[in-house]
């Protein structure tokens, strides 16, 4: 009886709301218990972040000039070694006086990728018609032997430039083949279906260190030599199923998500089934299916690391030879320290990106 007068008088029954600061009051300085958890774990947190600072910024040493003795003996990070090791870890084994090449091979892959999150380009057939290109530029760069370049074989090829390559190769042909055997994955023909699903389970299964291992050891050895290709191909080759495996059921699953109206209703207006798929499922799918799909690209990437175990001289592995001569094997923290920092600085973007993106289609759809 009382709440229905205090409602039919206008008088609010919800609780006054708090303001910011009182609510950090109460969450952190509550009770006693809760200011001395508060203030100790500020406390530890500006003591650990200013012995960082000490070492990273205030007593480092970052001049090339600064010679390994000289460099070792500081209280601070030896950030020496990145400023005379850096080409080797960007560029690998790479012909040193053709490091331009590989710098400006990387400048149009992150310049594609860039050109990927501008609206404009987010047609099918532009964007595809930019990672098309922008990958054979890359790779015209980086072989040579045309247009007055001098070739550098694959063997040769290394450090970030190397990471960079083998993630776009895997996304190119990675991406387009999970589309395919999430479809067929869908076939009612279970002729179609079962194997597909066999073949996806199965590449799920095994550990991506097998697949890299049969494709660059085991395969040379049953395959006739006329067959086999350079083995940096066949370790894109694996990395790229092994992608379109797991990205096949994301998309498989965003797919499954959407009613049958959706397919029903391109039926009614007399559309192919490819049609229905392209312009009514996919789109949608692709929307749904957006978050796991970022996560699963910045899992590729990282995944690049491994291929150091089959003797490719990718990024991280070129960090290691940035520090093994005997002069800087001192300087190892700091070496691994700036390669986190590049990868944090790829997969952050890559990350940041699909939340942007997520919130574009959100805005799209109302």
């Known amino acids: 009886m009382a709440d229905t007068m205090l409602r039919t008088s206008g008088v ?8 910011a600061l009182e609510k ?29 600072f000490q070492w990273a910024i205030l007593d480092a040493a970052f001049s090339a000039d600064v010679g390994p003795k000289a460099c070792e003996a500081k209280a601070g990070a030896c950030w020496s070694v990145i400023a005379a090791r850096w080409r080797l870890m960007f560029f690998g084994l790479y012909p040193y006086e ?16 860039i050109l990927s999150c501008v609206p404009y380009f987010w047609a099918a057939k532009r964007l595809a018609i930019a990672w098309v290109l922008g990958f054979a530029a890359f790779v015209i760069l980086m072989r040579g032997g045309i247009f007055g370049l001098s070739e550098v074989t694959e063997e040769q090829w290394g450090g970030l430039s190397l990471t960079i390559f083998i993630f776009a190769a895997v996304a190119l042909i990675g991406m387009p083949l999970s589309i395919l055997l999430a479809l067929m994955r869908r076939s009612s023909t279970p002729f179609v279906s079962v194997p597909v699903g066999l073949l ?11 697949i890299l291992f049969t494709v ?17 191909y066949r370790v894109i080759a694996g990395m790229a199923l092994f992608f379109a495996a797991y990205q096949a059921e994301i998309i498989r699953s965003g ?16 559309l192919t089934y490819w049609q229905r798929m392209i312009y009514i499922v996919l789109p949608q799918a692709f929307r749904r299916a957006l978050p796991p799909t970022i996560n ?3 899992i590729t990437f990282k995944e690049t690391s491994l291929i150091i175990i089959v003797g490719l001289f990718e990024f991280l592995a070129s960090g290691n030879a940035a520090y093994g001569s005997g002069e800087w094997a001192f300087a190892y923290v700091e070496v691994y320290v700036f390669i986190a920092f590049v990868y944090f600085v790829f ?6 990106y699909g939340a942007y993106l997520e919130r574009r289609m959100r805005i799209a759809q109302h």
């Not at 609010?12 to 303001?19: I, T």
């Not at 053709?98 to 990728?113: P, Q, T, Y």
């Not at 660059?216 to 940096?232: D, F, H, M, R």
């Open 216 to 232: 660059a050891v085991v395969v040379p050895i049953l395959v006739p030599s006329w067959l086999q290709g350079e083995k940096l």
């Open 255 to 270: 797919i499954q998500s959407l009613s049958s109206g959706q397919d029903e209703a391109g039926r009614t207006l007399g």
């Open 98 to 113: 053709e490091h331009w090449r590989s710098g400006l091979a990387c400048a149009i892959a992150i310049g594609v990728a």
């Open 347 to 352: 997969v952050f973007s890559l990350s940041r």
């Open 296 to 298: 699963q690209m910045v």
């Open 12 to 19: 609010s029954m919800e609780p006054p709301r708090q303001s």
């Open 200 to 210: 996806i389970d199965t590449v799920r299964s095994l550990p991506l260190i097998t």
């Open 24 to 52: 950090f009051r109460a969450d952190y300085f509550g009770r006693p218990s809760d200011v001395i958890l508060t203030l100790g774990g500020t406390a530890l947190l500006v003591y650990i972040g200013w012995t960082l």
